[in-house]
């Protein structure tokens, strides 16, 4: 549920008051922030809905495991952890 823009800018006044942000670069980093992460999250998950299977729905007979382990695998290379264990 989108909350509309107008009715939060008194809130957002009041608070950023209270807490000595008011004409701060902080108070506008955070404000952006927030206002862009629920938009990029709602058009990253259309985006991801709208990738077709590569398999067609081959994940359903086991290969969520390979693919599971395939990450975690290269995410382990990447972040310098140990090597998962392969099956």
């Not at 509309?4 to 957002?12: A, E, V």
């Not at 985006?47 to 359903?60: A, E, H, L, T, Y």
């Amino acid at each position: 549920m989108i909350i509309p823009l107008q009715s939060t800018i008194i809130p957002i006044f009041k608070l950023a008051t209270a807490i000595s942000l008011i004409n701060t670069r902080t108070l506008m980093i955070l404000l952006y922030t927030a206002g862009a992460i629920p938009f990029a999250t709602i058009i990253y998950t259309g985006f991801v809905k709208g990738i077709p299977s590569r398999d067609g729905g081959g994940r359903r007979h086991g290969r969520l495991r390979e693919d599971a382990n395939l990450f975690l695998r290269l995410f382990s290379r990447s972040c310098c952890l140990p090597p998962a264990p392969s099956s």
